[in-house]
Structures are given as structure tokens and as C-alpha cells.
């Protein structure tokens, strides 16, 4: 995934950007890399399944009894 331009980058994640000491620019740019995919990839949500009228497979449990809890 790649971001558009109308991507944002988080905040904490700047902060962690700007904070951390990296030695040298490669190591910076992954992981500058890994947060954004990581942050495009928490944003996707799946497709859920249409739910049709009387198509649900619901099973009850009921066996008639009571146990006593003791």
C-alpha cells in the first residue's frame, strides 16, 4: 500500500521520528517506511458478509436443567 496525499501521519509517530537517535539515514527511512505501511494497514477494514433475512445459522443451548452452582 502506499499513502496518498491525503495521508496523514500520526502524531506519537512524528514524535518517535523526531525523538529517536538513529545512527544513520537508512535505518531512519525504514523504519519511517514500516510506521506508515503499519498505519495504512490498521486503517483498512475488511468487507463484512451481507446478512440476509432468515439465512443465519443460530443454534440455542437449552437443555431444559438448572444446576445449582455448588
Known sequence: MKPTKTY???SLTKMM???TGFR???DRN???RAMI???LCAAVQPKRESR???GGNFTTHS???VSSGG
Open 8 to 10: 496523514k501521519m500520526s
Open 30 to 32: 525504514a523504519w519511517k
Open 63 to 65: 437443555s431444559g436443567t
Open 24 to 26: 544513520n539515514v537508512e
Open 37 to 39: 505501511d503499519a498505519e
Open 17 to 19: 521520528l523526531a525523538s
Open 52 to 54: 440476509k433475512q432468515g
